[in-house]
């Protein structure tokens, strides 16, 4: 069963709120957080990328950046720009985005449970990209971005988060893309109580968001456990910053691809090789998105086609019957000749927050193709991670994203 717990955040003091917020770090190039931070220097960004306080010349991953995040942090909690709550709480998080909201329980889940599978995986992580997000925990002796976590919904639950909701939250504004933000501090014992208990009858928690992470997060408190042998496995360093939505509140988008060249072929003889595995027909100019599993949109020599999955190629498996998988072991793969889509550089990926035209944009600029998809949904991850196993890359996008720097939870140096 799942332990989440209530921590002491350190968190904006009020009226900072939402100059601080900041889109989670690896959103940005280096160049993209720069102009960020430039804009609004007081931006979380800045402490989670704190090479932007360097000239080009200084490396990314120096160490004297890592100490510079922990330094600037410090002198904002002494000027007072962040405040710590005085006894653990448990705090609402709710984000509206398009006039959909979805509410998330903020707390610290256990790194035992990471470890024993009761927080779900379903992507791999590299070790590279996990490297520096231990640096700066580490070094900052804090978890500045929370780990986006689902579970199935409780009706307990969903109750008593709708009558919590119905205080005046601490925190209430629109960021800059328009996405709403509200904030609820719990701190009422028996609240926090029910909730901890709550969770505790939950038999399994899935990473939605934020495996590169939330694998960082437990390799420093693993860390911190050599360091201090005679632990108890109270300490703050064993639980990691996390927000917990129910699935029912969960939105994800299509993660759409766009593919360089077709492979050594012409259009025709393209269509002619997709037509063993899937029907097509032609939809014109207008954009076309799938509406149904199995389906997906295509964008090729200024006109839109849908293609449909033949029944010979359908799959109940979690994995290989992910319209994700689809698309690879059918079209990408065979007809296309990108075999690893993780490293091929003929393929690329597009959020599906950025909209149909921006397919039609990359094939009239850098691209020849382009494939709309039809979203994973929450069901579909929780089946993989079930199951033990691993979604193909860039199967999922959610949004709206949570902001950095709204809640930090602190570990003992």
């Given at each position: 069963?799942?332990?989440?717990?209530?921590?002491?955040?350190?968190?904006?003091?009020?009226?900072?709120?939402?100059?601080?917020?900041?889109?989670?770090?690896?959103?940005?190039?280096?160049?993209?957080?720069?102009?960020?931070?430039?804009?609004?220097?007081?931006?979380?960004?800045?402490?989670?990328?704190?090479?932007?306080?360097?000239?080009?010349?200084v490396?990314?991953?120096?160490?004297?950046?890592?100490?510079?995040?922990?330094?600037?942090?410090?002198?904002?909690?002494?000027?007072?720009?962040f405040?710590?709550?005085?006894?653990?709480?448990?705090?609402?998080?709710?984000?509206?985005m398009?006039?959909?909201s979805q509410?998330?329980?903020?707390?610290?889940?256990?790194?035992?449970?990471?470890?024993n599978?009761?927080?779900k995986?379903?992507?791999?992580t590299?070790?590279?990209k996990?490297?520096?997000?231990?640096r700066?925990?580490?070094?900052?002796?804090?978890?500045?971005?929370?780990?986006?976590?689902?579970?199935?919904?409780?009706?307990?639950?969903?109750?008593?988060?709708g009558?919590?909701?119905k205080?005046?939250?601490?925190?209430?504004?629109?960021?800059?893309?328009?996405?709403?933000?509200?904030?609820?501090?719990?701190?009422?014992?028996?609240?926090?109580?029910?909730?901890?208990e709550?969770?505790?009858?939950?038999?399994?928690?899935?990473?939605?968001d934020?495996?590169?992470r939330?694998?960082?997060?437990?390799?420093?408190?693993?860390?911190?456990?050599?360091?201090?042998?005679?632990?108890?496995?109270?300490?703050?360093f064993?639980?990691?910053?996390?927000?917990?939505?129910?699935?029912?509140?969960?939105?994800?988008?299509?993660?759409?691809?766009?593919?360089?060249?077709?492979?050594?072929?012409?259009?025709?003889?393209?269509?002619?090789?997709?037509?063993?595995?899937?029907?097509?027909e032609?939809?014109g100019?207008?954009?076309?998105?799938?509406?149904?599993?199995g389906?997906?949109?295509?964008?090729?020599?200024?006109?839109?086609?849908?293609l449909?999955?033949?029944?010979?190629?359908?799959?109940?498996?979690?994995?290989?019957?992910?319209?994700?998988?689809?698309?690879?072991?059918?079209?990408?793969?065979?007809?296309?000749?990108?075999?690893?889509?993780?490293?091929d550089?003929?393929?690329?990926?597009?959020?599906?927050?950025?909209?149909?035209?921006?397919?039609?944009?990359?094939?009239?600029?850098?691209?020849?193709v382009a494939f709309?998809?039809?979203p994973?949904?929450?069901?579909?991850l929780?089946?993989?991670?079930d199951?033990?196993?691993?979604?193909?890359?860039?199967?999922?996008?959610?949004?709206?994203?949570?902001?950095?720097?709204?809640?930090?939870?602190?570990?003992?140096?």
């Open positions: 069963m799942a332990q989440i717990r209530p921590f002491k955040a350190y968190r904006p003091c009020k009226g900072m709120e939402e100059r601080i917020a900041a889109l989670p770090y690896d959103v940005y190039n280096r160049a993209e957080a720069c102009e960020v931070v430039k804009k609004n220097p007081e931006s979380f960004l800045a402490v989670d990328r704190a090479e932007t306080q360097f000239g080009e010349e490396d990314t991953y120096a160490d004297c950046v890592y100490e510079k995040a922990d330094q600037m942090l410090r002198e904002k909690i002494l000027e007072g720009k405040v710590q709550d005085p006894t653990p709480c448990f705090y609402l998080y709710e984000l509206t398009d006039g959909h509410t998330g329980v903020v707390g610290c889940a256990s790194i035992d449970d990471y470890r599978n009761v927080i995986k379903h992507e791999n590299r070790a590279d996990e490297e520096d997000r231990i700066h925990v580490d070094t900052c002796s804090m978890q500045t971005g929370p780990i986006f976590l689902a579970y199935r919904a409780k009706e307990d639950l969903k109750k008593k988060i009558e919590l909701k205080q005046t939250p601490v925190y209430d504004f629109v960021s800059e893309d328009g996405i709403g933000h509200r904030v609820w501090v719990i701190d009422n014992d028996s609240d926090v109580a029910m909730i901890e709550a969770f505790g009858k939950i038999p399994a928690i899935y990473i939605a934020g495996h590169h939330c694998a960082s997060a437990v390799k420093v408190g693993l860390k911190r456990r050599e360091q201090y042998p005679d632990y108890t496995g109270e300490e703050e064993n639980y990691f910053l996390s927000v917990i939505f129910p699935d029912e509140e969960l939105r994800i988008l299509d993660y759409n691809r766009v593919v360089k060249d077709l492979n050594g072929m012409d259009a025709a003889t393209f269509l002619t090789r997709i037509e063993e595995y899937f029907a097509v032609k939809k100019q207008s954009p076309y998105r799938p509406t149904e599993k389906t997906f949109g295509m964008y090729l020599e200024n006109e839109w086609y849908s449909s999955a033949k029944d010979e190629i359908k799959s109940e498996d979690a994995v290989e019957g992910l319209d994700v998988s689809l698309l690879q072991n059918d079209l990408l793969d065979p007809i296309l000749g990108i075999m690893d889509p993780k490293t550089k003929r393929i690329d990926f597009v959020g599906g927050i950025r909209g149909l035209g921006e397919l039609e944009r990359r094939v009239h600029t850098d691209m020849k709309s998809m039809y994973t949904s929450i069901a579909e929780f089946a993989v991670a199951a033990g196993r691993l979604m193909p890359p860039k199967s999922t996008w959610f949004e709206p994203k949570l902001r950095s720097g709204l809640f930090l939870h602190e570990i003992e140096r």
